[in-house]
């Protein structure tokens, strides 16, 4: 079974503080991305990457960064958390090429005060 | 540009009703399509794809879709609810080429009264 985790399924930060949030998946995925999903918005995309060390911006990139290092592992980055950025993240994966579906981790809820 | 609407925003049905959630997208080429469900604190788990052929796909947990071209929907169906079937449904199309990213619909949140 494809498995992807995220390093922490909530957290707390404060406005102003740097957050990482980590994903990383076990089936050799080229595709990654990351959504945040708010109510009545569904899940809206942050960034994606394509390859290691390869990003293109999605839908809602602003405050946000992205690493990828190793095939494996995706990071998301608040350079400098708000409030509006309080919601649920999603990490997806998915094999490269083809109209393949895509594979989620369980969300980290984030809480920015 | 690309849509997906779900125009139901909660759904309640008894247990053991029949259910549809509605799903209308907007996307000039032939879509890749998704449904997934999404229990409380957890992430998305697949329930069905449809991708081409039979415009009616079967999907875990006795869900099926079926694709109306003519339409532009694609409609998740089961015969018979359980309790356990209470979560979020979202809708998704593909889109082919850019890396086949996904467009996902708002949601449908089910509940079901015993």
């Known amino acids: 079974d494809v498995k992807v985790t995220q390093s922490s399924r909530y957290l707390v930060k404060r406005t102003g503080e740097k957050v990482f949030l980590e994903c990383v998946q076990d089936m050799d995925h080229e595709n990654m991305f990351w959504y945040r999903q708010d109510p009545g918005l569904g899940l809206r995309l942050i960034y994606f990457s394509y390859d290691v060390k390869m990003k293109e911006k999605g839908d809602i990139p602003e405050g946000y960064s992205v690493s990828r290092e190793k095939k494996e592992r995706f990071s998301l980055i608040l350079e400098s958390a708000s409030t509006n950025q309080t919601s649920m993240y999603l990490c997806a994966s998915r094999p490269g090429g083809g109209p393949y579906e895509q594979y989620f981790g369980p969300g980290t809820r984030l809480t920015v005060t | 540009a690309q849509s997906v609407t779900q125009p139901d925003i909660h759904i309640t049905v008894s247990e053991g009703a029949s259910l549809e959630l509605r799903c209308n997208y907007s996307y000039g080429a032939t879509p890749y399509l998704f449904w997934y469900v999404q229990s409380p604190g957890q992430g998305l788990q697949l329930l069905l794809k449809?991708?081409?052929?039979?415009?009616l796909v079967q999907g875990i947990k006795g869900f099926e879709a079926e694709f109306k071209r003519s339409q532009s929907s694609f409609n998740l169906r089961k015969p018979s609810v359980h309790w356990s079937d209470a979560a979020e449904y979202f809708c998704?199309?593909?889109?082919?080429?850019?890396?086949?990213?996904?467009?996902f619909g708002a949601g449908t949140r089910l509940a079901v009264h015993p």
């Open positions: 998704a199309v593909g889109i082919s080429g850019g890396y086949n990213k996904l467009i």
């Open positions: 449809y991708f081409s052929g039979d415009t």
